[in-house]
């Protein structure tokens, strides 16, 4: 079963910087696509920003500039780097994958367990 393992979120002050790290590990054989997606307390989950991989990236409108997604297709690992943060990034961050577990599997939706973001004012 394909796992993915997030790290890197915690306690920053606005302005700061974080940088969250993703891992796909299991029987996840590749990922066409990998990302990040965010939920605030109350609130629906939504995109922060995926990148595919031949390299092309889609983000949020709220964090264009300030965050950058970027992607090791060999390790199929995916990483964020975060600055100028906002307390209104403070949410859950969730890694996603698209990906299959060999050549013959069609690609399915995974996704990690999610790494706590806090930006303090």
């Known amino acids: 079963q394909g796992q993915l393992v997030e790290s890197g979120g915690g306690l920053v002050q606005a302005g700061g910087s974080l940088r969250l790290s993703c891992a796909a590990s299991?029987?996840?054989?590749?990922?066409?696509?990998m990302g990040w997606y965010r939920q605030a307390p109350g609130r629906q989950r939504e995109l922060v920003a995926t990148?595919?991989?031949?390299?092309?990236?889609n983000y949020a409108d709220s964090v264009q500039g300030r965050f950058t997604i970027s992607n090791d297709n060999a390790k199929n690992t995916v990483a964020l780097q975060m600055n100028s943060l906002k307390p209104e990034d403070t949410a859950v961050y969730y890694c996603?994958?698209?990906?299959?577990?060999?050549?013959?599997?069609?690609?399915?939706?995974?996704w990690g367990k999610g790494t706590q973001v806090t930006v303090s004012s």
């Open positions: 996603y994958a698209k990906g299959q577990t060999s050549w013959f599997t069609s690609f399915k939706d995974y």
């Open positions: 299991g029987s996840i054989f590749r990922a066409n696509t």
């Open positions: 990148i595919t991989s031949d390299g092309s990236t």
